[in-house]
């Protein structure tokens, strides 16, 4: 028996097409799947918030009837995916994983949702994540965390936790997470799957709930590099609808990804970025990062060391400048117009009821953000802080600017560790903020970055990632260098799950 939730988009797209398994067949494989292992907010994995049998069902059933009328509406029709809960549905129930909008259904989709629908990609739910994006492990979410399938006590990365590990975990091939400071690529690294985040405007944001509107991408999310370059091609592009969405055609990606595979790297320049690395790095996670150099090495790339000084100001530019946009994006959500409404007893005012339901409807790290935003903007302090924050983000994307000067792409581990336990940082903002070390300055710059599993660390077993990062508009070469690497490296790197699943292994051996 085949066994169908192991395999990747690329396959599953070639099984529709020869008519060896139908998308129904496919839809109802990765339900199961998802009702052995996700469990809810106690126990399992927890990936989905909701779970949209009915739905993913339906549009299969569409789909296996355009493949017999020989009309399928693209390469992946009837490949399932996954959706981050911060993206709206129209119909189907969409959270951001706050209070503040338990119970709320979209009237409309992302202009990304729009998109996978009509390429006839079944949807099977909606991914849990940190409250409106905000964190580094899921355990922000207000429905309970997502727990990683490597092991159930540690945290999926965040704040795509649910994203990553619905993949990771065979729940589904395909997923789309957004990427703010690292939401997509370091919840990959720390599951052991694949993430992108594109050049900023690559991707619509149209129908994203915004945290931090200058510096959030949607990306695709996957278990190979082939597979994320097929969903970026196919959600990329221009949308009149997000003024910020590039004129770029998304092509290319598929091509990179195939050229890369065969694993020739001849005349590739490597930038190691010089701040990325040692010094808060787990050593397994850099003994990784040091042999996938060597690889890359061995492929005919040329390895180089090029200095980003001003990197090390990242985390605390990215710290001001998007609270300061998650303070006026948050403002909306008043209990007037959707949403939570609380009214207090007695003849509450319009503001008491603001008052209520903001407390009630929103969790510690959203009101830190909040608070922190909204300090930083009053006058007297705006060009203290968010004024110099914009200044040092200016200086960082000109260090990408003359590191791209002495290489064709820019290499570091996406985290500095591995998964963590769940609970251990959670009382320690600056501590969860940390991760995020490696994949903020990309944001700050609107460059694209990759990450790919490239092994286990020593210490604990768990996977590590490897995050390739290349110049705006260059997004082809991360899945060029990306498929290459991942070509290169040992296939040993091993499956999650393996104890509850042990059909996978087999399938696997
Ligand atoms: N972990 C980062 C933060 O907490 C990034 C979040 C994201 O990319 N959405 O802000």
Known sequence: MNNWITKTADELAQALAAGEVTSVELVQAHLDRIAAVDGNADAGLHAFLHVDAEGALAQAKASDERRAAGTPASYLDGVPIAVKDVLATQGVPTTCASKMLEGWIPPYDATVVAKIKAAGLPIIGKTNMDEFAMGS?????????????????????????????????????????????????????????????PTYGGISRYGLVAMANSLDQVGPVSRTVLDSALLHELVGGHDPLDSTSLTDEPTGFVEAAREGAKGDLTGLKVGVITELQGDGYQPGVMARFTESLELLKAAGAEIVEVSCPNFTHAL???????????????????????????????????????????????????????????????????????????????????????????????VSPTAPTTAFKLGEKLDDPVAMYLNDLATIPANLAGVPGISLPNGLADEDGLPSGFQIQAPAHSDARLYKVGAALEALLEKGWGAPLLSQAPEIEEVRA
């Open 137 to 197: 492990s899921t355990e922000h979410s207000a429905y309970g965390p997502t727990r990683n399938p490597w092991d159930q006590t540690r945290i999926p990365g965040g704040s795509g936790g649910g994203s990553a590990v619905a993949v990771a975990a065979y729940e589904a091939p395909l997923a789309l997470g957004t990427d703010t400071g690292g939401s997509i690529r370091q919840p990959a690294a720390v599951t052991g799957s694949v993430g992108v985040k």
């Open 316 to 410: 605390a530019a990215y710290y001001l400048i998007m609270p300061c946009e998650v303070s006026s994006n948050l403002a909306k959500f008043d209990a007037m117009r959707y949403g939570l409404r609380v009214t207090p007893a007695g003849d509450p005012s319009a503001e008491d009821v603001m008052r209520a339901s903001r407390a009630a409807g929103f969790g510690d790290e959203v009101k830190r953000r909040i608070i922190i935003g909204t300090y930083a903007l009053s006058s007297g302090y705006y060009d203290a802080y968010y004024g110099q924050a914009q200044k040092v983000r200016t200086l960082i994307q000109a260090d990408f600017a003359a590191a791209f000067e002495q290489a064709d792409v820019l």
